[in-house]
């Protein structure tokens, strides 16, 4: 099996940190959001698409690249994303962008992570030390759930 987890960190590297735990699990090949190749997407059994959260959205790369590929029938994927905010509905517009790329979503993860943006800046942000080890331990589990989900 061959799987591929595309991924964009930008601030304190907390999207890099649960993306690397579950590559380990799933035996992933990381590829961050910039050096993508869509054309050779269709040769991975599962796909996993991860970003911070910004303004309760993925970051705006990794909608543009879910833009960009091409439309690949029942493809296996997975979202997983780090936030200081409330995640509520976050997904929804990446969800929405694979499922019309013909994604079948197989499940999502979210965590907290250290976020230091704008105002939170003076008072040393929140969710400092996050993603925790016990998050990324979530992330080690989720991605063996993933491959529970593969072989059924």
Not at 37 to 62: C, E, Q, R, V, W
Not at 124 to 137: K, N, V
Request: glycine share 8%.
């Amino acid at each position: 099996m061959k799987n591929l987890i595309i991924y964009i960190s930008i601030h304190h590297g907390n999207t890099a940190k649960v993306a690397k735990a579950m590559a380990e699990v799933l035996n992933a090949e990381l590829v961050k959001v910039n050096d993508v190749d869509t054309t050779a997407l269709s040769k991975y059994d599962l796909i996993g698409f991860g970003s911070g959260m910004y303004a309760k959205k993925p970051h705006k790369d990794l909608l543009s690249l879910v833009d960009r590929i091409p439309v690949l029938k029942k493809k296996k994927a997975f979202l997983f994303f780090t936030s200081g905010q409330d995640k509520s509905d976050s997904d929804r517009e990446l969800r929405e962008r694979l499922l019309a790329r013909g994604f079948d979503i197989i499940g999502a993860f979210s965590c907290p992570g250290w976020d230091s943006w704008g105002p939170l800046k003076f008072f040393g942000g929140i969710f400092q030390g996050r993603p925790s080890e016990e998050d990324l331990e979530k992330a080690r589990n989720f991605a063996q759930d993933l491959l529970k989900k593969l072989k059924a």
